[in-house]
């Protein structure tokens, strides 16, 4: 029952675990990135990972944005926000932007010359499942500046799924997300 979102080493891509099924979306060429289930041969320079047994299922607040809304939900279900808490939502986008980096932070190098920025899919409506962590106070730590969260999304509506880091998300009414249980 594991969970988990985190970087290869030498930030050559990302890797995403949703209840012990780890996925690993990297982009070689920098053009095209794929998702493939993970091995014993990789590492991780940064990895949060969560045990969770137990999930209380409950739905996404309406007029919210996001972050707003995990912390709106964990506290209803009585998670205590103040500590770091893994989350995972199974939702419908209204849009969503994600990227898989390619040996380079584009945060901490936001001028990286074309053949090291990450690659980036910008979407619009699809099925998408996001695995995350809630984390006050850990901006460079768990999560990235300017945010409470770090999370990962799994777009399921193609051929073969398409993980990698989720910088924003718009997520349609009716969707569920997940908290531990209480």
Not at 76 to 85: A, I, L, S, T
Not at 125 to 152: C, P, R, W, Y
Request: glycine letters at 8%; charged letters at 20%.
């Amino acid at each position: 029952h594991a969970f988990a979102v985190g970087a290869l080493t030498e930030l050559e891509g990302e890797i995403t675990i949703l209840d012990g099924k780890i996925l690993v979306a990297t982009t070689p060429d920098g053009a095209i990135a794929s998702s493939t289930l993970g091995s014993d041969e990789q590492s991780a320079t940064f990895l949060t990972v969560a045990y969770v047994d137990n999930w209380t299922r409950d739905s996404i607040p309406p007029d919210m944005d996001f972050e707003t809304a995990v912390e709106t939900v964990a506290k209803r279900n009585g998670v205590n926000v103040d500590e770091p808490f893994p989350f995972y939502v199974s939702a419908h986008t209204n849009s969503f932007d994600l990227h898989v980096i390619n040996g380079f932070c584009p945060v901490a190098s936001p001028d990286l010359p074309n053949k090291d920025q990450p690659w980036r899919l910008h979407g619009a409506e699809t099925d998408m499942l996001i695995v995350g962590f809630f984390a006050k106070e850990q901006e460079g730590v768990m999560t990235h500046h300017g945010s409470n969260i770090h999370m990962h999304g799994i777009v399921t509506s193609g051929k073969e799924p398409i993980s990698g880091h989720l910088d924003k998300v718009d997520i349609a009414a009716g969707s569920s997300i997940f908290v531990p249980a209480m």
